[in-house]
């Protein structure tokens, strides 16, 4: 038996080394004077030089490309828990015709790929003028079907009576969704928070189609233009790639649980 | 006590408060889901190039589409790449699950390194493998050297740049696999497990008359999940070949961007998205139909 077990722990080792190889060989390479020219790194480096950084953040205005996607994938966020809370306080809450329909037609939105509305939604955006403006990015996420249907099933786990008690104490509907049920969502807020950040911070295709000049970009787009200009500055690509990975690590590190408990749930009918 | 009571005795509609706290939702909703959704199907009966008039040329388009070989290579090498790209991920992530569902030490640990790819970006994953699967002074084909063998040029090669693709794919979605099929696992009633091994049955034995039997409603939403991503596939092949080499890895999404974005041909491009929808809706339609015959739902 503890054979057995030492050999899996072993096998789960060499296994976890191999799926974070790629990490570590993107920094590495970051950091290797002469990989710009294809150089491959030693398995171990000789020298940190992080002048392929340097390049980076001068010559491509980096920072405001970092402060695009942080600027984006901050208020797409907000936007979604704002929206998201308050239709489910619709739904879980209150009384209404069509309730049942209304909740089904948002779930099916679900449905349907975004690849089917790119090309309208497109022609819809230029038709508003807004081509090449945060705004473009921002609108068509503002509501999140997920996240109304995960933030309805917490606000149900909310007992009633904490509802009835506060409209004894005279509190209308906003302030029992504010104060009375918003305090008690966290977990909830967090898990879609994270979802949605992550999201935002890694989309590719609506903001590679609407965001048109350089300034405007966000990382992913960013990257994926810098490929085009550096082909085989490796160096220069890696430090790209390690820039746009690092914020969600961090976030990754802190909200470990809520994204993993998030997933599994998820594939739990 | 008389407020009280007339919450709970009149049945009260909150309609008005409803539209309020729907509206913040439901007009975004409207505007840039289903207003497109339908603009999609006008313009997809256009032949609109997104500048000159607006034409209706009614099912031409599909027609056009559905005549052409472009058509069919381009759904080939979607589902090409789900061909390649579901199996390895099910398998490994399986692999993963049943060993992180042991006792085994430090399974926290590589359940998080194991995921840690899911939260990267396609595009920074498909530029690290682009310089580890590098035909010269790439990782892998170093490796493979050392030991004899003569590395392929990946995604410099038409036969081996869909398998370049399908490798990175896999590395960022094991772990989203992996999370899936453990949380079905630690589900699975051990009654059942421990009534299989006072049977007798031995480690597979189990795994095949017991685990995936009650494991099939995760592994079911695993297939569904992987194929409806898989067949949009994009980010990745978009910065990992552009479609090429040739259009070895044109698939149906980097055709519609294509012509939309670079031919600026919206009307063809809105009916091939049609088209794709209307794929999905099938795969989706004959999985579902099919998980009759092998998916347990327990009582």
Redesign the interface.
Known sequence: MRIK?LA??I???V??LA??F??Y??FL?SVTPGASV???PNWLPEALDFSAYAQLFEQLDFWRIIGNSVFIAALTTVFQI???S??A??FSR????F?NT?FLV?LA?L???F??????????LRFLGLINTYWAVL??T??S?FG?FLMRQAMNQIPLQLD?AA??DGAG?LRI?SSVLMPNMGPAIATFAVFSF?GS??S??WPL?VLRSAEMQT???A??RL?GQYTTA?DV??A??VV??IP??I??IFA?RY??QG??????? | MSAKNSVSRRPRSDAWVAVAFLAPSAIPMLLFVFVPMFGALLVSASSWNLIGDFEFIGIDNYIKLLTSEKTLLVFGNSFYYVAGYLPTVFLIGLLFALALNTKVKGRFAFRAAFFLPVVTSWIAVSIVWRWLLNPSNGVVNTILESVGIDGPGWWTDPVWAMPAIIIASSWKDIGFVTIILLAGLQNINQDHIEAAMLDGANWFKRLFSVVLPMLSPSIFFVFVISMINGIQVFDQVYAMTGGGPGDSTRVVMQQIYDLSFRYGKAGEAAALSWLLFIVIMLVTAFQNYGQRKWVHYAD
């Open positions: 077990r899996l722990f096998v789960l080792l296994s976890a799926m974070l790629p990490f060989w993107s390479t294809g150089k491959a704002s929206t998201g308050l239709a306080y619709a209150l009384t209404f015709r309730k209304i948002y939105t449905m349907i790929p690849q089917v509305l790119i090309v309208p939604l497109f022609i819809e609108l068509p503002i509501a079907a109304i009835e409209r004894i509907h969704f992550m911070w890694n590719f295709l189609v990382l992913p787009v990257l994926a490929q490796w690509l890696m790209g790639s746009s990975i969600m690590l976030i990754y470990q994204v993993v997933i599994a749930n998820s594939g739990i009918k």
